[in-house]
């Protein structure tokens, strides 16, 4: 279990890494841009390779990734190199990295629907969990559960509502249709700490989606998360909210949970931080994508370059500032985890 932790942990920050650098490099080259290098992760080099004018290069740790344009950082009188091109296509580059972010997501959230499917909402058993007071009982995936100790049922909500309306730790009987026939069955419920409701361990049926439908789906679950995140960070800021933010080590141990629940949990996890690292990269802070977004809309407004040493600096600045709060959510994270 440990190994399949280690590999999902590792396949999910590289996604999130290279699909993020891969949007500023298709746009580079779209743009005519020349990308010296593409590199994927942090450290020693562990393979290389040269392409038709770009080496890429994958390193020992999966920890970031950089997709280095002649010209981004420097001076270049080179017609191909970043700073020599118009603001909008600079513009257009850097927003490329988070916008591929939530792109992924959509894609992930995509596969989801279509291959592993949702959630239906109809009164019909998906599949009991094996060992839980509705296996025993003799609930069978497909059976349409109708009533409840006389509380009708019609869809899967009313189930829940029927299963905590009895006394505690009452048996329930339950009215199936099965095969044409109607049955009741008797079920002794248990109480689940974490949700703090009464359940009876079945899952609802899965619907598989078609592509439109996923697409539609996939599209409006990335926007709710995305204005849900927004509508938390402000609400931390203001104190509304504890702040609870996970940094590398934290982000290792969510993954490491989902992993245990299955390949759905960990491609939906996969996909929400794909839009919480696109979304937090468009903040206007300095080091991050937003910050260079402002700095050449100033340049587009002003219709002059801002003073590269200033505009690196403050970049510099930044980039201190943003590696010592990592380091100081990194220790948090260790803190909890060795606290329990």
Known sequence: MVVVTILT???VFCLLIISHEFGHFIAAKACGVYVEDFSLGMGPKLLQFRGKETTYCLRLLPIGGWCNMRGEDEDSDDPRAFNRKKVWQRMLIIFAGPLMNFIIAIIIFVIVFMMIGTASTANVVGEPIADSPAAIAGLEEGDIITDINGIAVDEWADISTAVNA????????????????SEIISVEPYFNEETQSWQIGIYPQREHQNIFTAISLGVRQSIEFAVLLVQSIVQMITGQIEAEVAGPVGIVNIIGEATSYGVQNVLILTAYLSINLGLINLFPLPALDGSRLVFLAVEGIRRKPIDRNKEGMVHFIGLVLLLG???FITYQDIARLVTG
Do not use: F, H, N, W
């Open 9 to 11: 942990v590792i396949v």
């Open 166 to 181: 009895q006394e505690a730790g009452g048996t329930l009987q339950i009215t199936v249709e099965r095969d044409g026939a």
């Open 325 to 327: 709060l990592m380091v």
